[in-house]
């Protein structure tokens, strides 16, 4: 009898230090929570329960009130959210850069092109297969953007499938239907450690394919039930030199970086 009245007195103590993270399915495929949340709960104290989606879907599941904080990147959808009062400060915590990979065969022939745009024309315009997110992720507005400066529309063209799904799986169903896709390096080399992926990598390095994660804790003012003391104790973590350190430190099994931290 006393150990259940003490599990009910603890209850609500524990809840206090358990925080949900709305984040992306690109931080999570990559490993890096699985690296930092065990060293963090063990500094603090606090939990966090990550719920890996789309950057669209993290940032709706905070509106519902369903988050406490969100890890993601889409600087645009970021920042409504926060002109829309949902959160509190946007803080950039790391960077890595997308990719454009596709079958060693290469038949659009984009191979060491320098621009983006002029590789999505490439494959547009000849009809080869291109496997997109289709789940409004950062990575989905990002390859939309792309598509927006060739003035292509490859939208409901037969070649253009939308998987609806994770960066991985995404990535896994262009493996099986050898098409192009648009990806995260970080996603890139963690896949390839964990399967083999017989596409190759095409093009990198066009400054339009930055990729800038940011945290956001989730106002209280707009959600009264969001944990605001520990979320904002995770952020400040996050950014922190030793949370930095940390991002830094975490490379693959080949020694190659996955992130690279820039907080301000």
Known sequence: MLLVVGLIIASPAWS????ICASTTSTQNSGLFDYLLPIFKQQTGIEVAVVAVGTGQA???ARRGDADVVLVHDPQAEQ????????LERRQVMYNDFIIVGPGSDPAQIKGM???SEAFQKIGQAGFKFISR???SGTHSKELLIWEQTGLKPQGQPNYLEA????ASTLRMANEKQSYTLVDRGTWLSSKEREPLDLCLLVEGDPVLFNQYSVIVVNPAKIAHAKVKPATQFAAWLVSPAGQKLIGDFKDNKGQQLFHPNAK
């Open 80 to 87: 409504k959210f926060i002109d829309e009062g949902y959160g």
């Open 16 to 19: 206090e230090v358990r925080i």
């Open 114 to 116: 320098k621009q983006a």
């Open 164 to 167: 609806g799904q994770g960066m």
């Open 59 to 61: 940032l709706e599941m």
């Open 134 to 136: 289709g789940d409004k």
